[in-house]
């Protein structure tokens, strides 16, 4: 008995555990913050491993994502309809909620990192923070994943986010034309994957496709109205630089700009705000702009001066935008005749989508004009 009693206690003392009881110890005392360690782990695999948004590498990790999510959803939703699952999927079948977890989380976290780069802080912030929310939110939906409505609302969200920046890339092209077929195959590719899941029960199959074709719907609907509100950022679009000058030329070295050096409290900004004018200036609005690669695009420059009752346009100003250079597609417009006050210049999409914003005011410059600084964009 005493024999008995001392192999017992030298088998639970923490001393002596072998190092698999070691991990599962470990994992039970910290189980509650599974959740986050891999929502974190997600987000950094992701910023090192996603680098542009037509990088080919990039967009098949995120297609891997998908592919593997939806093949979870499909074994869970006929698990769930009573279906026998081959035993060698049953002994991995309890790690189908982190793994889906993660998988999200890295679609959020990667969405958050390309939508990011297009999202200006206007109007097209509201999906930004949509993003960012459903990003954050993952990591509290581990075992709210058996839900068959959220998974659902989840994926066709991913699916469709995803095709609508991916599309531009395989097709060289930017437009609505894209992003409405986009939104086709994200209905299509999701009524497949929960319609056959749910299969296994043929008898409640209709009555659980309702409520799932439902949820699919509301979401194509949703981010569609946005699209068309131009709520979207305009992705694979994104503004890289921008910034106004006294004068902008091209140059076998780049762009040569002239601007007025900031004050010391401002070293960050070599651009001109506020922008002194004299007699027969120009304002110059350079700005470089990243498409994917053999995208021709065009956008504009529109130019508002503050009234009394608001903002007023001036000029809507048209340039053509080549893809594939990382730090962008250089170009600027320029506009002579300005009058003192407060000005903006919006880089838009041809049918309104907002890549950027900068403002900036004019002033009557003092006398002699303050010396310009040039230097040359790359």
Same mark, same amino acid.
């Given at each position: 008995?005493?024999?008995?009693?001392? $192999?017992?206690?030298?088998?639970? /003392?923490?001393?002596?555990?072998?190092?698999?009881?070691?991990?599962?110890?470990?994992?039970?005392?910290?189980? +509650?913050?599974?959740?986050?360690?891999?929502?974190?782990?997600?987000?950094?695999?992701?910023?090192?491993?996603?680098?542009?948004?037509?990088? %080919?590498?990039?967009?098949?990790?995120?297609?891997?994502?998908?592919?593997?999510?939806?093949?979870?959803?499909?074994?869970?939703?006929?698990?769930?309809?009573?279906?026998?699952?081959?035993?060698?999927?049953? $002994?991995?079948?309890?790690?189908?909620?982190?793994? %889906?977890?993660?998988?999200?989380?890295?679609?959020?976290? /990667?969405?958050?990192?390309?939508?990011?780069?297009?999202? /200006?802080?206007?109007?097209?912030?509201?999906?930004?923070?949509?993003?960012?929310?459903?990003?954050?939110?993952?990591?509290?939906?581990?075992? #709210?994943? $058996?839900? &068959?409505?959220?998974?659902?609302?989840? !994926? @066709?969200?991913?699916?469709?986010?995803?095709?609508?920046?991916?599309?531009?890339?395989?097709?060289?092209?930017?437009?609505?034309?894209?992003?409405?077929?986009?939104?086709?195959?994200?209905?299509?590719? =999701?009524?497949?994957?929960?319609?056959?899941?749910? %299969?296994?029960?043929?008898? +409640?199959?209709?009555?659980?496709?309702?409520?799932?074709?439902?949820?699919?719907?509301?979401?194509?609907?949703?981010?569609?109205?946005?699209?068309?509100?131009?709520?979207?950022?305009?992705?694979?679009?994104?503004?890289?630089?921008?910034?106004?000058?006294?004068?902008?030329?091209?140059?076998?070295?780049?762009?040569?700009?002239?601007?007025?050096?900031?004050?010391?409290?401002?070293?960050?900004?070599?651009?001109?705000?506020?922008?002194?004018?004299?007699?027969?200036?120009?304002?110059? @609005?350079?700005?470089?702009?990243?498409?994917?690669? $053999?995208?021709?695009?065009?956008?504009?420059?529109?130019?508002?001066? &503050?009234?009394? =009752?608001?903002? #007023?346009?001036?000029?809507?100003? #048209?340039?053509?935008?080549?893809?594939?250079?990382?730090?962008? !597609?250089?170009?600027?417009?320029?506009?002579?005749?300005?009058?003192?006050?407060?000005?903006?210049?919006?880089?838009?999409?041809?049918?309104? &989508?907002?890549?950027?914003?900068?403002?900036?005011?004019?002033?009557?410059?003092?006398?002699?004009?303050?010396?310009?600084?040039?230097?040359?964009?790359?």
């Amino acid at each position: 008995m005493s024999s008995t009693e001392h $192999k017992t206690e030298k088998f639970t /003392s923490p001393a002596e555990l072998n190092f698999r009881s070691r991990i599962a110890a470990i994992y039970h005392r910290y189980e +509650e913050y599974t959740g986050i360690a891999i929502f974190g782990i997600g987000f950094i695999w992701d910023s090192f491993t996603m680098t542009r948004v037509d990088n %080919m590498i990039d967009n098949v990790i995120l297609l891997f994502y998908l592919v593997i999510i939806a093949a979870m959803i499909i074994l869970t939703l006929r698990r769930q309809c009573g279906a026998a699952l081959p035993k060698w999927i049953q $002994k991995i079948e309890s790690r189908f909620l982190w793994a %889906m977890q993660f998988c999200f989380g890295g679609l959020f976290s /990667s969405y958050v990192i390309f939508y990011f780069k297009s999202a /200006s802080w206007t109007r097209t912030q509201f999906f930004f923070l949509i993003l960012v929310c459903l990003w954050v939110g993952n990591e509290f939906l581990q075992h #709210k994943l $058996k839900n &068959q409505e959220l998974l659902a609302v989840l !994926y @066709c969200f991913c699916l469709f986010s995803f095709l609508a920046f991916f599309l531009p890339v395989i097709f060289s092209a930017v437009g609505a034309g894209l992003f409405v077929l986009a939104g086709l195959l994200s209905l299509i590719i =999701s009524f497949a994957v929960f319609g056959f899941g749910l %299969m296994a029960n043929r008898g +409640e199959w209709r009555r659980n496709m309702t409520r799932i074709a439902g949820c699919i719907g509301s979401v194509w609907l949703v981010v569609n109205i946005l699209y068309f509100l131009n709520l979207i950022p305009p992705v694979p679009l994104a503004l890289k630089s921008v910034g106004i000058y006294h004068r902008v030329i091209r140059s076998s070295a780049g762009y040569e700009a002239q601007y007025v050096d900031p004050p010391f409290y401002r070293f960050w900004r070599k651009w001109d705000d506020p922008f002194y004018y004299s007699q027969g200036e120009s304002v110059y @609005c350079y700005t470089a702009i990243f498409a994917p690669g $053999k995208v021709r695009v065009p956008v504009r420059h529109v130019w508002s001066y &503050q009234t009394t =009752s608001g903002w #007023k346009q001036t000029d809507h100003i #048209k340039l053509w935008i080549a893809g594939g250079r990382e730090e962008g !597609y250089r170009g600027y417009t320029l506009k002579s005749g300005i009058k003192p006050g407060d000005w903006r210049v919006e880089v838009e999409t041809d049918r309104g &989508q907002t890549l950027g914003r900068i403002d900036f005011t004019v002033l009557l410059s003092p006398t002699p004009h303050p010396p310009l600084q040039t230097k040359v964009l790359k």
